[in-house]
C-alpha cells in the first residue's frame, strides 16, 4: 500500500478542509449520519465477518464486546456527529488582539491540527468518531485500525466517502489503511512529511509501541486502571450501587473500574454485600488479607494486581487506613485516566480531587461517565492521560491548535 499517496491526497484534502464554513461541514456531517444509519445492515454483515473471526481466533470476551455493533451502537455513532453538528466550530476563533506600543496587533486565532493519523485496535465505532471530530474541525485523517476490525472499518469508512462525495466535499478527508501488517504500521507512523499529529488508541502494548517507534508528535491515550476509594463515611448503598455500574456495565472500556480502595472501618459492613451484587456477574474479586478475611470467596491478590487493567470480570480489592494512604496507592498505580471517591466527608471530597492525579476525578460518581458523548463534546477522539496538550476526553477543541495573526501598517523592526 502506497502510504505517500495517502499521506499526499489526505493534505491536499487538509488544505481543502481548511476553507470550508461550518454551514458546509455540519452539512457534510449530516451526510454522513444519515448514511450510517441508512448503510446499517451493510455495516452489520460486514461486522459481523470481524467478530465471527475474533471468536474463532479466541478473541478475549472484554475485546468481542469492544468489536462488536449492534443496530443501537450505529445510531448511536450517528447521534454522536449529530451532537458534534449542534456544536460551536472552534475554527477562525480570535482568541486574543493586543496591540504592542509600536502600533503592531498581535492576535491568536485557532485553526486545524492539519492531518491527523489515528492508530487504533478492535473498535469500529472509533472510525465515525474519530472522522466526525477531525471533519468539523477542518482535518483530514488516516486511520489505521486493527486486522480484528477491518471488514467493519471498511464498511463505515467507504459509508462515510460516499456520502462526502455525493455532497461535493472532499472524500479524502478521510482515508483507511487497508494493510493491517505490522510494516505497514511502522511505515505509518514515521510519515511525519505528511502527517501532523499521531493518535494511538488501544491497549497498553499499541500505545508504548506507537510512543517508542513514531517520529510524529503523538497524543497518548492511555489505558485504564480506574480506581473507585471507599471512604469510611460513604453511603454504602451508594458505594455498591456504583461500583456495580463501573465495573460491569461494558468491561472492555478504559473508563472501567478495574481497582477498589476500601477504607478499612467499612470493610466488614461493605465486603459481604459487595460480595453477593458483583457474583450477579460473576466477578472475581482479588483483594489483600484483610479483603479475604472477611469474604472467604476473595482470590489473594499479587502486587500485580494493583496496577492491572483487566478488561475482564475481575476487581482488585485494597484496604488502607485513612485516605491520605489511599490517594498515595491510588497514585501510585492508576494510569493517569479516572479516579473516584464515596464520601460524605466534604474535607475528604476536596482533598482527593486536589490531589490525585488523573484526567478525571469523581466524587460520588461512576468513572463510566469519562466519555466525550457524556461531558458534551459529542462524539470523542480519545482520552488522552498525558498533559500536553490535551488531557481527558478529547473534543473538537483538542484537534485545533492556534497561529499568531499580526496587523501592521508599515512597521519594521529597529
Same mark, same amino acid.
Given at each position: 500500500m502506497d502510504l505517500n499517496l495517502l499521506g499526499q491526497r489526505a493534505k491536499e484534502a487538509s488544505y481543502a478542509m481548511g476553507r470550508l464554513g461550518v454551514s458546509d461541514k455540519n452539512r457534510g456531517l449530516k451526510a454522513c449520519a444519515d448514511a450510517l444509519v441508512a448503510n446499517a445492515d451493510s455495516i452489520?454483515?460486514?461486522? *459481523?465477518?470481524?467478530?465471527?473471526? =475474533?471468536?474463532?481466533?479466541?478473541?478475549? #470476551?472484554?475485546?468481542? @464486546?469492544?468489536?462488536?455493533? &449492534? !443496530?443501537?451502537?450505529?445510531?448511536a455513532m450517528a447521534e454522536g456527529i449529530y451532537q458534534?453538528?449542534?456544536?460551536?466550530?472552534?475554527?477562525?476563533?480570535?482568541?486574543?488582539?493586543?496591540?504592542?506600543?509600536?502600533?503592531?496587533?498581535?492576535?491568536?486565532?485557532?485553526?486545524?491540527?492539519?492531518?491527523?493519523?489515528?492508530?487504533?485496535?478492535?473498535?469500529?465505532?472509533?472510525?465515525?468518531?474519530?472522522?466526525?471530530?477531525?471533519?468539523?474541525?477542518?482535518?483530514?485523517?488516516?486511520?489505521?485500525?486493527?486486522?480484528?476490525?477491518?471488514?467493519?472499518?471498511?464498511?463505515?469508512?467507504?459509508?462515510?466517502? *460516499?456520502?462526502?462525495?455525493?455532497? =461535493?466535499?472532499?472524500?479524502?478527508?478521510? #482515508?483507511?489503511?487497508? @494493510?493491517?501488517?505490522?510494516? &505497514? !504500521?511502522?511505515?505509518?507512523?514515521?510519515?511525519?512529511?505528511?502527517?501532523?499529529?499521531?493518535?494511538?488508541?488501544?491497549?497498553?502494548?499499541?500505545?508504548?509501541?506507537?510512543?517508542?517507534?513514531?517520529t510524529i508528535p503523538v497524543i497518548e491515550t492511555g489505558t485504564g486502571n480506574c480506581h473507585i476509594f471507599v471512604d469510611k463515611s460513604a453511603d454504602l448503598d451508594m458505594a455498591i450501587s456504583i461500583i456495580f455500574n463501573a465495573k460491569t456495565q461494558r468491561i472492555g472500556v478504559c473508563n472501567a473500574c478495574e481497582s477498589l480502595v476500601?477504607?478499612?472501618?467499612?470493610?466488614?459492613?461493605?465486603?459481604?454485600?459487595?460480595?453477593?451484587?458483583?457474583?450477579?456477574?460473576?466477578?472475581?474479586?482479588?483483594?489483600?488479607?484483610?479483603?479475604?478475611?472477611?469474604?472467604?470467596?476473595?482470590?489473594?491478590?499479587?502486587?500485580?494486581?494493583?496496577?492491572?487493567?483487566?478488561?475482564?470480570?475481575?476487581?482488585?480489592?485494597?484496604?488502607?487506613?485513612?485516605?491520605?494512604?489511599?490517594?498515595?496507592?491510588?497514585?501510585?498505580?492508576?494510569?493517569?485516566?479516572?479516579?473516584?471517591i464515596i464520601t460524605n466527608d466534604y474535607n475528604n471530597a476536596q482533598k482527593f480531587l486536589n490531589e490525585i492525579d488523573a484526567a478525571a476525578v469523581y466524587v460520588n460518581a461512576s468513572t463510566r461517565f469519562t466519555d466525550g458523548f457524556e461531558f458534551g463534546f459529542g462524539a470523542e477522539i480519545g482520552i488522552s492521560t498525558q498533559k500536553l496538550h490535551a488531557r481527558g476526553p478529547m473534543g473538537l477543541l483538542a484537534l485545533t491548535t492556534t497561529k499568531f495573526i499580526i496587523y501592521g501598517n508599515g512597521q519594521v523592526r529597529k
Open positions: 452489520l454483515k460486514a461486522n *459481523a465477518l470481524d467478530v465471527e473471526k =475474533g471468536i474463532a481466533n479466541g478473541m478475549h #470476551q472484554g475485546l468481542v @464486546d469492544r468489536l462488536k455493533l &449492534t !443496530t443501537q451502537r450505529i445510531e458534534v453538528i449542534s456544536l460551536d466550530d472552534p475554527v477562525g476563533e480570535v482568541i486574543s488582539m493586543k496591540q504592542r506600543p509600536n502600533g503592531l496587533m498581535i492576535g491568536q486565532k485557532r485553526v486545524p491540527l492539519g492531518v491527523v493519523g489515528i492508530i487504533y485496535e478492535a473498535r469500529p465505532n472509533v472510525t465515525a468518531d474519530a472522522f466526525a471530530l477531525c471533519f468539523k474541525t477542518g482535518n483530514a485523517v488516516i486511520l489505521k485500525g486493527g486486522s480484528d476490525a477491518i471488514e467493519s472499518n471498511i464498511a463505515i469508512t467507504e459509508c462515510i466517502r *460516499a456520502a462526502l462525495a455525493k455532497e =461535493g466535499l472532499p472524500e479524502d478527508a478521510i #482515508q483507511l489503511v487497508t @494493510d493491517t501488517s505490522r510494516e &505497514t !504500521t511502522v511505515e505509518l507512523m514515521k510519515l511525519s512529511k505528511y502527517i501532523d499529529v499521531l493518535i494511538p488508541r488501544g491497549g497498553a502494548g499499541l500505545i508504548r509501541a506507537v510512543v517508542n517507534n513514531s476500601l477504607h478499612k472501618d467499612i470493610v466488614d459492613e461493605l465486603m459481604p454485600r459487595l460480595v453477593e451484587k458483583l457474583g450477579e456477574k460473576d466477578v472475581e474479586i482479588r483483594g489483600d488479607e484483610a479483603v479475604q478475611s472477611i469474604a472467604p470467596s476473595v482470590v489473594a491478590a499479587t502486587e500485580d494486581d494493583w496496577g492491572r487493567e483487566y478488561l475482564d470480570y475481575i476487581i482488585s480489592a485494597k484496604t488502607v487506613n485513612n485516605i491520605d494512604e489511599a490517594i498515595a496507592h491510588i497514585n501510585k498505580y492508576n494510569t493517569g485516566h479516572s479516579e473516584a
